[in-house]
T-cell receptor, first 111, second 112 residues
Framework: SQTIHQWPATLVQPVGSPLSLECTVEGTSNPNLYWYRQAAGRGLQLLFYSVGIGQISSEVPQNLSASRPQDRQFILSSKKLLLSDSGFYLC??????????FGPGTRLTVL | GQQLNQSPQSMFIQEGEDVSMNCTSS?????WLWYKQDPGEGPVLLIA?????ELTSNGRLTAQFGITRKDSFLNISASIPSDVGIYFCAGRSNFGNEKLTFGTGTRLTIIP
């Protein structure tokens, strides 16, 4: 069966510091991968998605970037965090069909 | 861009009551999905709908794909405490083959 992992689970970072969040999927090959951000009490905002290694589509211009160095690894990065980057970051995958399956999320607090 | 209007935004009900929520779109969707999110966790898929008019159940949950393909609803019968959470609809239109559009969520609270 397929499993999706995200780490870290929680992160507190100062403004201006770099960021690296990692997402990995097990049990499937060549999945689509997605990064979402969820502000407190709000809906899901799609940030990036990838249909293959090295292929990244950006949905919202911002302070973040994404990379897919391996088939089942998706990384969300920032060179300098802003206060507005705080939120709950969710990674998701899909293979066939439309259903996306979400990871457990990373809670990021920027102080 | 695509938008999904989800209502109600929040619901306060007593245990045992039935719940109904819906999503409407300004454009046609080919797939409707319903997710539930518990606090501090990722959303979990409840029901997936693929055909207009389709009515699908998952235990006490029932969801329907609207005939116009621009709406969907989710019903929960005889609510229990573990139903508390945020429910999201999501859909895929003709214009976003690799992406889903998510509703803004319905927060369900059960009053003791």
């Amino acid at each position: 069966s397929q499993t999706i992992h995200q780490w870290p689970a929680t992160l507190v970072q100062p403004v201006g510091s770099p960021l690296s969040l990692e997402c990995t999927v097990e049990g499937t090959s060549n999945p689509n991968l997605y990064w979402y951000r969820q502000a407190a009490g709000r809906g899901l905002q799609l940030l990036f998605y990838s249909v293959g290694i090295g292929q990244i589509s950006s949905e919202v211009p911002q302070n973040l970037s994404a990379s897919r160095p391996q088939d089942r690894q998706f990384i969300l990065s920032s060179k300098k965090l802003l206060l507005s980057d705080s939120g709950f970051y969710l990674c998701a995958w899909k293979w066939a069909g439309d259903t996306q399956y979400f990871g457990p999320g990373t809670r990021l607090t920027v102080l | 861009g695509q938008q999904l209007n989800q209502s109600p935004q929040s619901m306060f009900i007593q245990e045992g009551e039935d719940v109904s929520m819906n999503c409407t779109s300004s454009s046609i969707f080919n797939t409707w999905l319903w997710y539930k999110q518990d606090p501090g966790e990722g959303p979990v898929l409840l029901i997936a709908l693929y055909k207009a008019g389709e009515l699908t159940s998952n235990g006490r949950l029932t969801a329907q794909f609207g005939i116009t393909r621009k709406d969907s609803f989710l019903n929960i019968s005889a609510s229990i405490p573990s139903d508390v959470g945020i429910y999201f609809c999501a859909g895929r239109s003709n214009f976003g083959n690799e992406k889903l559009t998510f509703g803004t969520g319905t927060r369900l609270t059960i009053i003791p």
